[in-house]
Each structure stands twice: as structure tokens, then as C-alpha cells.
T-cell receptor, first 117, second 114 residues
């Protein structure tokens, strides 16, 4: 248990389905992140939230919709996905920007393995 | 812009052999550097991090890394590899400006032969 919990661990969905990924942290962190990890590709940062506000969206298609209702929870809503969206989706959290360097670094969840059929 | 290069995509070592995974960074000031490990189907776990001071950093699972400013490197080492060390290893650097934003390398996949 890393302190960041992601559910579900595995998800299979059709291209017309709507589903959501959930991430929860109780580490007192104020920043949360969604990453996509595809086979043979580097980690891709998708979204960044600081104090519940989205501060970064790296040109992610609108079929991915993040939601951060509070500093402890982060969702990724999925709809009309494509087969190329199949990947491991990782959530991470960290202390807020400007914190002491000793607090830098992310805590990752175990990920959700998404398969789009 | 900051970047991280891991020159080796795959490395295979025998159990009990020593290991060195290479990481080179591009950053103007003193970087904050990290090594993470990812077991199959899992998230990333922090092995160690460097901010300042002693350039040899000790981490978990018997790993260490050495910061060499002259070579812009932060190589990860382990004197004797165990079969359970087979995983993917990621080097990362914090983007500057006091902002806790990690830039990751492409990763090195380590295989361990018995």
C-alpha cells in the first residue's frame, strides 16, 4: 500500500461505454496527477491539479475528462474511447509547488489497466 | 528545457552480478533527481532522490546512485542483483521554478538471469 489507491485495477470497456477511474490519497498532498503509460512509450503526463484546480492539460483529447472534487480525490471520466487508449493509467500525488525540496517527488498508485475493445 | 535520457532500453544481468543503469539529464541549475522502479503491472516506487550535499545517495533495496555534475549524470548502481530486481527503472528530474513537476526518462527494463 503506497498511500495512493486507484480503482478499479482492471477495466475493459467498449468504445461506446462511459466509465470512470478513481484515485484517492490520504497523504496530505495538495497536487495530483494523471499519467498514461502505453507499451513501449514513455510516461505521458495528462493532467495536473494543484489545490483542486487544474493547472496543466497536455493536449489530452476531450474523451478524457478529469475531475478533482477535493485535494484527496481525483477522477478520470472516460467516454467514446478508442482502442489506442488502452494503457496503464497511473495516478500520483505530491506536496504543493514551492514546498521544501526534501518533499519533492511523487507517490504513485498501482494504476488501472484499461483495455478498450 | 529540462530532459532526461536513459541510453539503455534493455539490460540483462546475471543474478549476483553488479548493476549500473545510466541516466543523463539536461538542466541549467542544480537538479533534483530521482530514481523510480516499476514492477510489472504496478505503479512506480521511489528508490532514492538527490537534492544537494553528498553526491552518493543511498536508497531502498540496496540501491545507490551517484550525482556527477561534470558528466550531467545520475547513474543507479547495485553491487549484487537479485532476481526480484527485474523491473523497469525510471530516472526523473524536477522541472525548475520551485514547481514540483517531474520529467521522466523513457525507462530501462532490467532482466535478471538465474
Amino acid at each position: 500500500e503506497t498511500g495512493v489507491t486507484q480503482t478499479p485495477r482492471h477495466l475493459v470497456m467498449g468504445m461506446t461505454n462511459k466509465k470512470s477511474l478513481k484515485c484517492e490519497q490520504h497523504l496530505g498532498h495538495n497536487a495530483m496527477y494523471w499519467y498514461k503509460q502505453s507499451a513501449k512509450k514513455p510516461l505521458e503526463l495528462m493532467f495536473v491539479y494543484n489545490f483542486k484546480e487544474q493547472t496543466e492539460n497536455n493536449s489530452v483529447p476531450s474523451r478524457f475528462s478529469p475531475e478533482c472534487p477535493n485535494s484527496s480525490h481525483l477522477f478520470l471520466h472516460l467516454h467514446t474511447l478508442q482502442p489506442e487508449d488502452s494503457a496503464l493509467y497511473l495516478c500520483a500525488s505530491s506536496q504543493e509547488p514551492g514546498t521544501a525540496p526534501t518533499n519533492y517527488g511523487y507517490t504513485f498508485g498501482s494504476g488501472t489497466r484499461l483495455t478498450v475493445v | 528545457a529540462q530532459s532526461v535520457t536513459q541510453p539503455d532500453i534493455h539490460i540483462t544481468v546475471s543474478e549476483g552480478a553488479s548493476l549500473e543503469l545510466r541516466c543523463n539529464y539536461s538542466y541549467g541549475a542544480t537538479p533534483y533527481l530521482f530514481w523510480y522502479v516499476q514492477s510489472p503491472g504496478q505503479g512506480l516506487q521511489l528508490l532514492l532522490k538527490y537534492f544537494s550535499g553528498d553526491t552518493l545517495v543511498q536508497g531502498i533495496k540496496g540501491f545507490e546512485a551517484e550525482f556527477k555534475r561534470s558528466q550531467s549524470s545520475f547513474n543507479l548502481r547495485k553491487p549484487s542483483v537479485h532476481w526480484s530486481d527485474a523491473a523497469e527503472y525510471f530516472c526523473a528530474v524536477v522541472r525548475g521554478g520551485g514547481y514540483n513537476k517531474l520529467i521522466f526518462g523513457a525507462g530501462t527494463r532490467l532482466a535478471v538471469h538465474p
